[in-house]
């Protein structure tokens, strides 16, 4: 499995930005993909996860009632929809894979990271 990151930039606080990733190579073998994000000097911190196959979804604490995770299984594209964004959601953002897990504590397909920064 191959993720490519994309659509990160700058923005002001309030304002919404959509991110992808476009996925390829052996989906069938992944069970769960989602988002992690990593400021500097900070532990990488789980965002979002949702499952290929039926689409269930999980998000992190800090994100909740503000960022939404979609899945297109047509065109093989991950979205990480973030509104309301914060100075703390600054972070390069990453998608990943677990074969195994949907809360992708395993995850073992990594794509580049996409910058997001928001100021104030």
């Known amino acids: 499995v191959q993720l490519q990151a994309s659509g990160g930039g700058s923005v002001q606080v309030g304002d919404s930005l959509i991110i992808s990733c476009a996925v390829s190579g052996r989906t069938s073998s992944s069970y769960g993909m989602g988002w992690f994000r990593q400021a500097p000097g900070s532990d990488r911190e789980f965002v979002a996860t949702?499952?290929?196959?039926?689409?269930?979804?999980a998000l992190g604490e800090s994100v909740k009632g503000r960022f939404t995770i979609a899945r297109d299984n047509a065109k093989n594209v991950l979205s990480l929809q973030m509104n309301n964004l914060k100075p703390e959601d600054t972070a390069n953002y990453y998608c990943a894979a677990d074969s195994f897990d949907f809360l992708l504590r395993g995850a073992d397909y990594w794509g580049q990271g996409t910058q997001v920064t928001v100021s104030s």
């Open positions: 949702i499952s290929w196959p039926d689409g269930s979804s």
